[in-house]
Nanobody, 117 residues
Framework: QVQLVESGGGLVQAGGSLRLSCAAS????????MSWFRQAPGKERERLAT?????????NYADSVKGRFTISRDNAKNTVYLQMNSLTPEDTAVYYC?????????WGQGTQVTVSS
């Protein structure tokens, strides 16, 4: 069964940090570039960053997270990570991972990140 399970979210004060994890199963993880996305209430899902199959290249799409968020992966563990530093209330959202392009995996539950001011 192809599956993505995000974890690591929570409630954090502004200026704090969180590290999100996304465990993949059911497909050959190392064959796919992976991305992190987020969706805030009332907003469309936003792509934050993408990492290539081997982890050698990182593409950051969202200007709002540049210099604060870092994507990484461990192909031996079939896991992609998102290190988030200097969090602000505007980072409050549900965070998801998925393949960087089609065919996308069915979206997981995501992990809620709430940043208090």
């Amino acid at each position: 069964q192809v599956q993505l399970v995000e974890s690591g979210g929570g409630l954090v004060q502004a200026g704090g940090s969180l590290r999100l994890s996304c465990a993949a199963s059911g497909f050959t993880f190392s064959n796919y570039a992976m991305s992190w996305f987020r969706q805030a209430p009332g907003k469309e899902r936003e792509r934050l960053a993408t990492i290539t199959r081997g982890g050698g290249t990182i593409l950051n799409y969202a200007d709002s997270v540049k210099g604060r968020f870092t994507i990484s992966r461990d192909n031996a563990k079939n896991t992609v990570y998102l290190q988030m530093n200097s969090l602000t209330p505007e980072d409050t959202a549900v965070y998801y991972c998925n393949r960087a392009g089609a065919p996308f995996v069915s979206w997981g539950q995501g992990t809620q990140v709430t940043v208090s001011s």
